[in-house]
């Protein structure tokens, strides 16, 4: 039997939440995460990739809720899937190899020898620094695509209360095929979206904002375990948690 232990959100920051906002490579979603998960919700984690932030979602679920991890790298996901049995949650986690895109079918997936990231073949790859990655020693796979919308009704999903997406740059891709999800579940959506990756794709940080904004949400960023709301991309900024207009917010806004 699993026992899931509330959190206190009315708790100040701990000294490791308040310095975290000044490590870059620590990922401080993770607090955030602890906050914004409840017990028994439904999340999706796209870009799965080692599992850090979905077994965050799924230690915060509790036995009720479920977790869908999505991660395209057959290495990794194998990984994955003997971590979440290792550690009991395989009751509640369920794992899908897909890259989410726009449509169902096959795409060329870039593995690189030495482990790195992975990316998808964007229209600038070889264009400038962008695609630095992508000249690192690599091989190709193929991988099935399929549209989020089409996932979560194929999974009989009553509802999605979190999502994550980082997808190195294919962010765009991958709304694009979620549009149902976001008009009706209204998730939060934790996304990660930087020029850098997006001019893969011929794409700014921006537009993968507004590709979420245009469906009544607001972008905000976590700092000092509170969200603050922004007008758009902030410099230095790389995540952000858009917050659905017309539901309440889980984690305290500052000026609120």
Do not use: N
């Amino acid at each position: 039997m699993t026992t899931t232990v509330g959190i206190d959100r009315s708790a100040p920051p701990s000294r490791l939440e308040r310095a975290v906002d000044r490590v870059p490579f620590l990922e401080k979603e993770l607090f955030l995460l602890r906050r914004l998960v409840r017990p028994g919700d439904v999340c999706i984690d796209i870009g799965a990739a080692g599992g850090a932030h979905l077994f965050v979602m799924a230690r915060q679920v509790g036995r009720w809720g479920h977790v869908v991890g999505i991660e395209p790298r057959p290495g990794s996901l194998r990984m994955l899937d003997r971590l979440v049995r290792a550690s009991g949650m395989a009751d509640r986690v369920s794992l899908h190899q897909l890259a989410l895109t726009d449509a169902a079918g096959t795409i060329e997936l870039r593995v690189p020898v030495v482990p790195t990231r992975a990316h998808l073949r964007g229209s600038t790859e070889d264009a400038d620094d962008a695609a630095a990655f992508s000249r690192l020693p690599h091989r190709r796979i193929e991988v099935r695509t399929e549209r989020l919308d089409a996932l979560v009704a194929d999974q009989a999903l009553g509802r999605v209360d979190v999502l994550k997406c980082d997808v190195e740059g294919a962010e765009l891709l991958t709304l694009a095929g979620a549009q149902g999800v976001l008009r009706e579940h209204r998730p939060v959506v934790v996304i990660e979206a930087d020029d850098l990756h997006q001019r893969r794709f011929d794409a700014t940080a921006q537009d993968v904002v507004d590709a979420i904004a245009v469906h009544g949400y607001r972008p905000h960023r976590y700092r000092r375990a509170m969200l603050e709301p922004v007008d758009g991309v902030v410099e230095g900024e790389d995540d952000y948690v858009m917050l659905p207009d017309d539901r309440p917010s889980r984690v305290p806004i500052r000026g609120r």
